[in-house]
């Protein structure tokens, strides 16, 4: 079983940054894909970024290419989100994922990942 957990959120101005981290702990995650979701208040969660299994290759949502990356040590325990020229409209709670079944087809669902982080909120102020 592999148990992740979130921090680094935080007040930030818009045009700010924040860097979060994901701690794996458990079963060792090799061959998981890694991602990191969103959701603001009376909204779906949001895929923001992630890793497909070992192959290194990163995706990410439309809106947040070029303001957020994806990375990880070279052990694979730790999961970071880098972002930068942050807006207003990206306040929400940001949760890390994984899952070792999916299909890079359903990386962006959030049905599809079996682990969950406990999030954390992430506040940009106008």
């Known amino acids: 079983q592999v148990q992740l957990g979130e921090s680094g959120g935080g007040l930030v101005q818009a045009g700010g940054s924040l860097s979060l981290v994901c701690a794996i702990s458990?079963?060792?995650?090799?061959?998981?894909?890694m991602a990191w979701f969103r959701q603001a208040p009376g909204k779906e969660r949001e895929f923001v970024a992630a890793?497909?299994?070992?192959?290194?290759?990163?995706y990410y949502a439309d809106s947040m290419k070029g303001r957020f990356t994806i990375s990880r040590d070279n052990a694979k325990t730790t999961v970071f989100l880098q972002m930068h020229n942050l807006k207003p409209e990206d306040t929400a709670v940001y949760y890390c994922a994984a899952s070792e079944t999916i299909i890079l087809g359903r990386i962006r669902s959030y049905e599809a990942y079996q682990h969950w982080g406990q999030g954390t909120q992430v506040t940009v102020s106008s």
């Open positions: 890793f497909f299994r070992n192959y290194g290759r990163t």
């Open positions: 458990g079963r060792t995650p090799s061959g998981y894909t």
